[in-house]
């Protein structure tokens, strides 16, 4: 079979994820709880209808994701004083240790799957995987 570059993409997202996974494990965290984590920490106030859109989810799937999240004690969900239709979302202290966290796995994969090449290279392909994300944007 051709090799792709779809098929380099699926196998090293499959690495990523077990790798996450198995880190996270403790933390009864899954790399899909883990995404609406960091938008909330970076966005912290934002509404639910905000995180689908960004995240691409679908309302239910975010409803079920926020409620175990609510559940794990990693964020905590606020009625909006200026409007009480609107529920804004943080990140509780837990939520915010696991975010931090978050930094820590995605830079060690880094360097476990830069490890055999040297620096020249591996700035490179991040600037190559930059304009290849930045053309798929257009």
Known sequence: ????????????RRDFTAYCEKELEQDNITLGLLYP???IAKHQGCTQKQLAESLLMDNGYVTRTLKKLETLEMIKRITNND???????FLTDNGKRIFQKSHMLFKKWDEIVFSSINTEEKEQIMNLMQRIKESRRK
């Open 1 to 12: 079979m051709e090799r792709t570059f779809a098929g380099y993409i699926t196998e090293l």
């Open 83 to 89: 409007d009480k239709r609107i529920i804004n979302l």
């Open 37 to 39: 984590i960091i938008y």
